[in-house]
């Protein structure tokens, strides 16, 4: 009997969050909550000494963008509150992606339980895009104005086989810019707009000062030497490629999240 006595003690402390540290990570169980607009996943969460980590997945469920600004997180363990600070994602309208949430401190593998306060995610509303000049290339003047956005020339290399661009954007404006690389366009002498081979870029977000680059890339045209890229005049166009927006910021949620006894024994 005192032999049992003595196992169940010794199991019951383990459990009791005294002795949490000798576990030199320590899991926690997956977790989600869903509203109107979105839905966030967590998983894949462990304890370090002296980092907690996650996967985070946010599920946009509108016809809007998603702004997500981990600065506005935080976790809570053990009294304190750490930050979750990183760069702000964007969620394109009914998609999703996934980034991997980072705290540091010390002894955070000791404890059995901690608050996610997630907190920082807007719905974003998109104003019309700015009106733009039509930019010539080989390029008479390397910068343009177009409301509160400053493009410049980077470098260009003009070609027969192949014409890549790159421009630097400036964001003189208040809020929330967003800047859509894979809208650009090139006019050629047959009269014909070309969308830039980087269709797949990827929009970007940028705040009050901040300066960003963006490539348009174009290949071979057919036509012969008067659609020869190196030899003609290129109007690069950029319609719908600069927009202001506002944002709405939507309710935070607290997710308490618990130890996974099982997984945390089952891998020491």
């Known amino acids: 009997m005192k032999i049992v006595t003595t196992i169940a003690f010794i199991g019951a402390v383990a459990l009791s969050g005294t002795v949490f540290g000798q576990y030199e990570k320590v899991y926690y169980r997956d977790t989600t909550f869903e509203t109107e ?3 966030v996943e967590i998983d894949n969460v462990v304890a370090l000494p002296k980092e907690l980590k996650f996967r985070m997945n946010i599920v946009n469920k509108t016809n809007d963008w998603l702004l997500y600004n981990s600065d506005e997180s935080k976790i809570e363990l053990g009294g304190k509150s750490l930050d979750t600070k990183d760069k702000y994602i964007l969620i394109a309208p009914n998609d ?6 980072r705290a540091v401190g010390a002894n955070l593998n000791d404890a059995r339980t901690f608050n996610f306060v997630c907190e920082g995610i807007y719905k974003v509303a998109l104003k019309p895009a700015v009106a733009t000049p039509v930019f ?3 390029a008479s003047n390397n910068e343009f104005v177009a409301g509160n956005f400053k493009i ?3 470098n260009s290399a003009k070609e027969t086989a192949k014409t890549d661009v790159k421009f630097k954007v400036t964001y003189t404006g208040e809020g929330l810019a967003f800047v859509s ?3 650009v366009s090139v006019e050629m002498p047959d009269g ?4 830039t081979a980087r269709s797949k870029a990827d929009v970007f977000a940028m705040k009050k000062g901040e300066t960003e680059s963006f490539l348009a890339t174009w290949e071979r045209m057919e036509g012969g030497s008067k659609m020869d890229m190196q030899l003609v005049e290129m109007l690069i166009h950029f319609e719908g490629v600069f927009q202001e927006s506002t944002q ?3 309710d935070r949620k607290v997710l308490p999240m618990s130890w996974n006894d099982a997984l945390t024994m089952g891998k020491k």
């Open 181 to 183: 690389p894979a809208k």
């Open 248 to 250: 709405t910021k939507l």
């Open 136 to 138: 010539r290339l080989p």
């Open 152 to 154: 410049t020339l980077a």
């Open 96 to 101: 999703s992606k996934k980034k991997v949430m």
């Open 192 to 195: 014909n707009l070309y969308a």
């Open 37 to 39: 607009a979105y839905k």
